[in-house]
């Protein structure tokens, strides 16, 4: 057991994908020959691959792409068998458990031993064997313990040799390699989460656009590259495209085919019941099958027949067991939108019983026997904590406040048998503001959520809405890896994450610096998503005859430059086969949004000054038309890319919102040109001074705490670049129960106060919700030993804001991501004081603590960040 657990910690390191320690693993890729080694690549020749003609088809498929695999790192083709007697030499033997005379044999004759994977979801064993058979001299066994575990444990093996999962997708180069060893011994693994995979959403126009460019539609040929893009993340679950005219099993039906066919199972998005598409249910109004409101009120038997059509077409394999799926049950209204307020819970326990029957009937089995989850998002949840009962089979899924703020976890009947799982967001369509254009996750925020939930109990089903897919292939590389096994994700491995995907992306040489790069640009963006943004964003200084202070805005500007230069700075030593997949997961954002802030930033300044008839303002004017043009420019060349292959892609509109809702096109912020016969003055920025401190204010970034006091099994640990400037601090592990001031469970902040007052302490978190179905999150503050002060945050997100202020609250959290709470403590002396923070509540993530005897500038947010 000690030995499978240490080789557990080591699988993201080796997915992640370093020779140097895949060589340190058993049956593992190596590039230097060890005693016993596999010779999978010898001399540029690729090993022989063999799968029964009777595999199942997710095997066939994966051998297919093992071999071209093989044959990409190689410059050689493979050749595939499915005859052992048509083998000799070296051979890789992909099979499933229990489903293979050949592996039987090899069990039968003690070469091979399955027993710690056979009946484990999604296992896999990889096995170096010398001599299994005349004439074959050597054997990698990669053993699944059903079909997928073979797929797996196959992939995996495609990662090792330098085949990224993103080797079509954003176009990661592969190296070669004449010499492709495989460690002797062997190596297992299985994964921690049930059903891990993404969400296509909010994907008009850029995935469809490209989709119908490239494909023709959202059909079977685009989403072979999907469903092999999710196996080899190691992921099972797929949520299809499903906006408006989509329909995934009607629009094409060779898609629900490719999916079983390869390992994928299918599911629905939180709103779209039985393994119906909603777009489906108007659709087929037209064609006389169903009618009427999408209201179980009012309608219950055309619903009812609607659903049944799901279930039947999911049977329609033929074979007693269907395609396989994950079904969704329960409602919402019309066209993902909240049901009736006067909708009762027990019409929705209604509904869910029905469905049930219907599953029954056409599956001839009782309903527990397939999967079902039903996901309590937005106002279900309110139905869920107000006593909806739910069956012990269906699987609970929770969600974000789509922001990326855990709402609510399992606090009782964490053994229910069907589990829990959480439906997390990478993209949204709603309050205060789409974002949808590009990558805004900071993989740190991901992880604490995620780790969170892990430790409170949802094991079942990790699901997140990535949009387009591109461009989140860096925060979804991190979901997925952690999903697979959140305990290997260790902090420290988070930590390491940056380096190692760069890596893997890229090679050892530039890895450090690219790691740099996408975490600072990962941190810039979500300090505010970039819909959000316009001239009015942000502090603009002062302006003089003389000179502009360009105040906060000029300091954010000047870092993203700085971010945009190194990072063309270090493409000038990238390989020409590299630089694709660098403008994709690179170059693109970091100069995209360079670009974006120095257009609003244009404007702001051609707004002030024009205002005035200052002449000045007409540089400006020509900056944002020029910024304009190249956001344009940015977008042609990524179309561009590989004779066109992502055109479409970056179709997006992200410049001129003017609510909530995305503009139908681009519309460049209105500029004034003054015409007056005073002469030019010139462009003269002063220094600015935002960040740096005033006097008698107290600015302590989060890590940076004096003391940390552990107690009650809790370490405070910090969490890098967390936030908005140099990180977070949190009490680990996550998960526990709350606890009190004689806990003792506190950080410690030494501050000098140069003038005896009333002394202001704020303090800056992370934003996070109460997931235990408190309405509020607390914490303590103290200073020195008087008395705590309790501080109950009641940050409801939007679909809870039960008044105007929670809303703004959850608005400007959101937008700023960052949460500011204040106390005050009367009288207090100048001389030297400790602010202590203690923990209440699990949660609680601290970025930054200002405190001072004066008023505090509200510039004291951050916008510095340390490298």
Same mark, same amino acid.
């Given at each position: 057991?000690?030995?499978?657990?240490?080789?557990?910690?080591?699988?993201?390191?080796?997915?992640?994908?370093?020779?140097?320690?895949?060589?340190?693993?058993?049956?593992?890729?190596?590039?230097?020959?060890?005693?016993?080694?596999?010779?999978?690549?010898?001399?540029? !020749?690729?090993?022989?691959?063999?799968?029964?003609?009777?595999?199942?088809?997710?095997?066939?498929?994966?051998?297919?792409?093992?071999?071209?695999?093989?044959?990409?790192?190689?410059?050689?083709?493979?050749?595939?068998?499915?005859?052992?007697?048509?083998?000799?030499?070296?051979?890789?033997?992909?099979?499933?458990?229990?489903?293979?005379?050949?592996?039987?044999?090899?069990?039968?004759?003690?070469?091979?031993?399955?027993?710690?994977?056979?009946?484990?979801?999604?296992?896999?064993?990889?096995?170096?064997?010398?001599?299994?058979?005349? +004439?074959?001299?050597?054997?990698?066994?990669?053993?699944?313990?059903?079909?997928?575990?073979?797929?797996?444990?196959?992939?995996?093996?495609?990662?090792?040799? +330098? *085949?990224?999962?993103?080797?079509?997708?954003?176009?990661?180069?592969?190296?070669?390699?004449?010499?492709?060893?495989?460690?002797?011994?062997?190596?297992?693994?299985?994964?921690?989460?049930?059903?891990?995979?993404?969400?296509?959403?909010?994907?008009?126009?850029?995935?469809?656009?490209?989709?119908?460019?490239?494909?023709?539609?959202?059909?079977?040929?685009?989403?072979?590259?999907?469903?092999?893009?999710?196996?080899?993340?190691?992921?099972?679950?797929?949520?299809?495209?499903?906006?408006?005219?989509?329909?995934?099993?009607?629009?094409?039906?060779?898609?629900?085919?490719?999916?079983?066919?390869?390992?994928?199972?299918?599911?629905?998005?939180?709103?779209?019941?039985?393994?119906?598409?909603?777009?489906?249910?108007?659709?087929?109004?037209?064609?006389?099958?169903?009618?009427?409101?999408?209201?179980?009120?009012?309608?219950?038997?055309?619903?009812?027949?609607?659903?049944?059509?799901?279930?039947?077409?999911?049977?329609?394999?033929?074979?007693?067991?269907?395609?396989?799926?994950?079904?969704?049950?329960?409602?919402?209204?019309?066209?993902?939108?909240?049901?009736?307020?006067?909708?009762?819970?027990?019409?929705?326990?209604?509904?869910?019983?029905?469905?049930?029957?219907?599953?029954?009937? *056409?599956?001839?089995?009782?309903?527990?026997?397939?999967?079902? *989850?039903?996901?309590?998002?937005?106002? *279900?949840?309110?139905?869920?904590?107000?006593?909806?009962?739910?069956?012990?089979?269906?699987?609970?899924?929770?969600?974000?406040?789509?922001?990326?703020?855990?709402?609510?976890?399992?606090?009782?009947?964490?053994?229910?048998?069907?589990?829990?799982?959480?439906?997390?967001?990478?993209?949204?369509? +709603?309050?205060?503001?789409?974002?949808?254009?590009?990558?805004?996750?900071?993989?740190?925020?991901?992880?604490?959520?995620?780790?969170?939930?892990?430790?409170?109990?949802?094991?079942?089903?990790?699901?997140?809405?990535?949009?387009?897919?591109?461009?989140?292939?860096?925060?979804?590389?991190?979901?997925?890896?952690?999903?697979?096994?959140?305990?290997?994700?260790?902090?420290?491995?988070?930590?390491?994450?940056?380096?190692?995907?760069?890596?893997?992306?890229?090679?050892?040489?530039?890895?450090?610096?690219?790691?740099?790069?996408?975490?600072?640009?990962?941190?810039?963006?979500?300090?505010?998503?970039?819909?959000?943004?316009?001239?009015?964003?942000?502090?603009?200084?002062?302006?003089?005859?003389?000179?502009?202070?360009?105040?906060?805005?000029?300091?954010?500007?000047?870092?993203?430059?700085?971010?945009?230069?190194?990072?063309?700075?270090?493409?000038?030593?990238?390989?020409?086969?590299?630089?694709?997949?660098?403008?994709?997961?690179?170059?693109?954002?970091?100069?995209?949004?360079?670009?974006?802030?120095?257009?609003?930033?244009?404007?702001?300044?051609?707004?002030?000054?024009?205002?005035?008839?200052?002449?000045?303002?007409?540089?400006?004017?020509?900056?944002?038309?020029?910024?304009?043009?190249?956001?344009?420019?940015?977008?042609?060349?990524?179309?561009?890319?590989?004779?066109?292959?992502?055109?479409?892609?970056?179709?997006?509109?992200?410049?001129?919102?003017?609510?909530?809702? !995305?503009?139908?096109?681009?519309?460049?912020?209105?500029?004034?040109?003054?015409?007056?016969?005073?002469?030019?003055?010139?462009?003269?920025?002063?220094?600015?001074?935002?960040?740096?401190?005033?006097?008698?204010?107290?600015?302590?970034?989060?890590?940076?705490?004096?003391?940390?006091?552990?107690?009650?099994?809790?370490?405070?640990?910090?969490?890098?670049?967390?936030?908005?400037?140099?990180?977070?601090?949190?009490?680990?592990?996550?998960?526990?129960?709350?606890?009190?001031?004689?806990?003792?469970?506190?950080?410690?902040?030494?501050?000098?106060?140069?003038?005896?007052?009333?002394?202001?302490?704020?303090?800056?978190?992370?934003?996070?919700?109460?997931?235990?179905?408190?309405?509020?999150?607390?914490?303590?503050?103290?200073?020195?030993?008087?008395?705590?002060?309790?501080?109950?945050?009641?940050?409801?997100?939007?679909?809870?804001?039960?008044?105007?202020?929670?809303?703004?609250?959850?608005?400007?959290?959101?937008?700023?991501?960052?949460?500011?709470?204040?106390?005050?403590?009367?009288?207090?002396?100048?001389?030297?004081?400790?602010?202590?923070?203690?923990?209440?509540?699990?949660?609680?993530?601290?970025?930054?603590?200002?405190?001072?005897?004066?008023?505090?500038?509200?510039?004291?947010?951050?916008?510095?960040?340390?490298?």
């Amino acid at each position: 057991m000690y030995y499978f657990l240490r080789v557990s910690l080591t699988v993201i390191s080796i997915s992640l994908f370093s020779f140097a320690q895949a060589c340190e693993v058993p049956a593992s890729v190596c590039l230097q020959k060890h005693k016993g080694s596999f010779e999978l690549i010898k001399a540029g !020749q690729p090993a022989t691959i063999f799968v029964e003609k009777q595999a199942n088809s997710a095997l066939q498929h994966v051998a297919q792409s093992f071999a071209q695999d093989l044959a990409l790192v190689s410059s050689k083709k493979s050749k595939t068998v499915h005859d052992l007697n048509e083998a000799n030499g070296r051979v890789v033997i992909i099979a499933e458990a229990g489903q293979s005379k050949i592996i039987d044999l090899l069990v039968t004759q003690g070469k091979l031993n399955i027993d710690d994977i056979t009946g484990k979801w999604e296992a896999y064993k990889r096995v170096v064997i010398d001599s299994p058979f005349a +004439g074959i001299t050597q054997a990698l066994v990669v053993v699944g313990a059903d079909r997928r575990g073979a797929v797996f444990g196959t992939y995996e093996l495609s990662e090792q040799m +330098g *085949v990224s999962p993103w080797y079509w997708f954003a176009d990661v180069p592969i190296e070669h390699q004449n010499d492709v060893y495989v460690n002797a011994g062997e190596y297992q693994d299985a994964p921690k989460v049930q059903y891990r995979g993404f969400f296509i959403n909010d994907e008009a126009p850029s995935f469809t656009t490209w989709s119908y460019k490239h494909f023709g539609g959202l059909n079977a040929k685009m989403y072979t590259h999907v469903f092999e893009l999710l196996l080899r993340l190691k992921g099972n679950y797929l949520w299809p495209a499903m906006w408006p005219p989509k329909a995934f099993n009607d629009d094409d039906p060779n898609n629900m085919k490719l999916a079983d066919a390869m390992g994928v199972v299918m599911g629905t998005s939180h709103h779209e019941p039985l393994s119906r598409a909603h777009h489906e249910w108007h659709r087929n109004q037209d064609k006389g099958i169903t009618g009427g409101k999408w209201d179980y009120a009012s309608n219950a038997k055309n619903l009812r027949e609607f659903w049944r059509g799901g279930i039947e077409r999911m049977m329609s394999k033929g074979d007693g067991q269907g395609y396989e799926s994950l079904i969704t049950v329960g409602m919402r209204g019309d066209g993902d939108e909240a049901m009736h307020e006067d909708t009762a819970t027990q019409l929705l326990e209604t509904i869910v019983a029905d469905q049930r029957k219907i599953i029954a009937q *056409v599956t001839e089995k009782s309903a527990e026997k397939t999967p079902q *989850v039903w996901a309590l998002y937005k106002e *279900v949840q309110d139905y869920y904590d107000h006593g909806m009962q739910v069956p012990d089979d269906v699987t609970l899924l929770f969600a974000d406040d789509n922001w990326g703020q855990i709402r609510r976890l399992p606090t009782t009947n964490l053994e229910r048998s069907g589990g829990f799982g959480v439906y997390y967001h990478f993209d949204y369509v +709603g309050v205060p503001r789409n974002y949808k254009w590009l990558n805004t996750v900071q993989i740190e925020k991901t992880w604490q959520q995620m780790d969170l939930a892990y430790k409170r109990g949802a094991h079942n089903i990790w699901i997140v809405n990535v949009g387009d897919i591109k461009p989140v292939e860096y925060p979804l590389s991190a979901f997925m890896a952690q999903a697979w096994n959140p305990e290997a994700m260790t902090l420290d491995k988070l930590h390491a994450y940056p380096k190692d995907w760069a890596q893997a992306a890229f090679g050892t040489k530039h890895a450090d610096k690219i790691a740099m790069l996408i975490t600072r640009y990962s941190q810039y963006a979500a300090r505010r998503k970039p819909e959000l943004i316009d001239a009015n964003s942000f502090n603009l200084g002062e302006s003089t005859a003389d000179s502009l202070d360009g105040g906060e805005f000029a300091k954010l500007v000047h870092q993203w430059q700085e971010l945009e230069q190194e990072m063309l700075m270090l493409k000038e030593s990238l390989s020409e086969p590299q630089l694709p997949a660098y403008y994709q997961l690179v170059e693109y954002p970091i100069a995209a949004l360079s670009n974006l802030y120095a257009l609003y930033y244009a404007a702001a300044w051609n707004n002030r000054l024009a205002a005035t008839n200052d002449s000045r303002a007409n540089f400006f004017a020509d900056q944002v038309e020029s910024t304009f043009a190249r956001d344009q420019q940015l977008t042609d060349t990524y179309h561009g890319l590989l004779n066109g292959k992502w055109d479409g892609m970056m179709a997006q509109a992200h410049i001129g919102y003017t609510s909530w809702q !995305q503009p139908d096109e681009q519309v460049m912020p209105a500029i004034t040109r003054v015409i007056n016969d005073k002469p030019s003055k010139p462009i003269q920025f002063t220094e600015q001074n935002t960040g740096k401190l005033q006097p008698n204010i107290s600015a302590i970034e989060g890590p940076d705490f004096s003391r940390a006091v552990n107690n009650k099994g809790l370490t405070w640990k910090v969490i890098n670049h967390l936030g908005r400037t140099k990180g977070a601090v949190t009490a680990f592990p996550q998960g526990q129960e709350p606890t009190n001031k004689d806990d003792a469970v506190r950080l410690e902040y030494d501050i000098i106060v140069e003038q005896t007052g009333d002394l202001s302490v704020q303090v800056f978190l992370v934003p996070t919700l109460n997931t235990t179905g408190q309405a509020t999150l607390r914490f303590g503050l103290s200073v020195d030993d008087g008395p705590m002060q309790v501080v109950a945050d009641k940050l409801l997100p939007a679909p809870n804001a039960t008044t105007l202020q929670e809303q703004r609250d959850w608005n400007e959290a959101v937008k700023t991501n960052a949460r500011m709470l204040q106390r005050v403590f009367v009288d207090v002396p100048k001389g030297q004081h400790t602010i202590k923070l203690w923990r209440l509540d699990d949660n609680v993530v601290v970025q930054k603590i200002v405190a001072s005897t004066s008023p505090i500038p509200l510039s004291y947010l951050g916008a510095s960040v340390s490298k």
